[in-house]
């Protein structure tokens, strides 16, 4: 089987692009609007991409209407977001705080969450959350204007939280104490259970 993404379905090759690209790690972010309410939401276009300076990038997609989503509106408006790490613990609110709502409420609230302020960024982190980095914007880099099309947030990490729970006692995190969760096509998801290590050559 071939597939042109110039002549396909852009849904089919969505479809596609996610079963393939696997397993894919989830942001979990807050924003904020100019009105001060706190927004939330799960992206799994997402990844870290060198340490120095610490920069992540995900892409919050314009919908299939064409329309940009919430997340993206507030960091144009603001650039400041925070990200924190997708556990097992909080699988079910993540996915929940995927719901599409009203802008004018908040997915905090329709999951049962609470906020604690952050450090150097007006998002606030969520309580109970072991891993939160607090980034400000570099650049957006819209990637197309059509139904499902990219829009690369390019963001500095400018302080990380790590709950003493999740660390290794050597100067790292213990994956098999975060337990994070990852995406993969369709509605599935996996655990990172199933770990093994391999020592590089
Ligand atoms: C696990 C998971 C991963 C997701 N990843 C993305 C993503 O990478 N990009 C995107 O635009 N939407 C993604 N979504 C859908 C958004 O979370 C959803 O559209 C959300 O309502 C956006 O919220 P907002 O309008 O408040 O920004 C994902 C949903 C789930 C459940």
Redesign the pocket.
Known sequence: MQIDPSTAAVPAVYQYLVGIVTP?P??W?T?VSPTGLV????????NAFGANPPIVV??????RDGTK??????LEKLGEFVIHA?TTAFAEK??L?????P?DES?VTLAGLSTVPSVKVKPPRIVGAPVAMECVVKQIIPCGTGP?AANLVIGEVVMIHIADEVLDGKGGVDPRKLKTVA?LGGSF?CHTSDLFEQTRP
């Open positions: 894919r989830i942001a972010v924003t927004n939330l939401a799960p992206f799994s276009f997402f995900f892409s919050p997609t314009l919908r989503k919430d997340t993206l509106l507030n997708s993540i996915n705080t995927s719901k599409e709502i802008s997915e499902i995406r998801w």
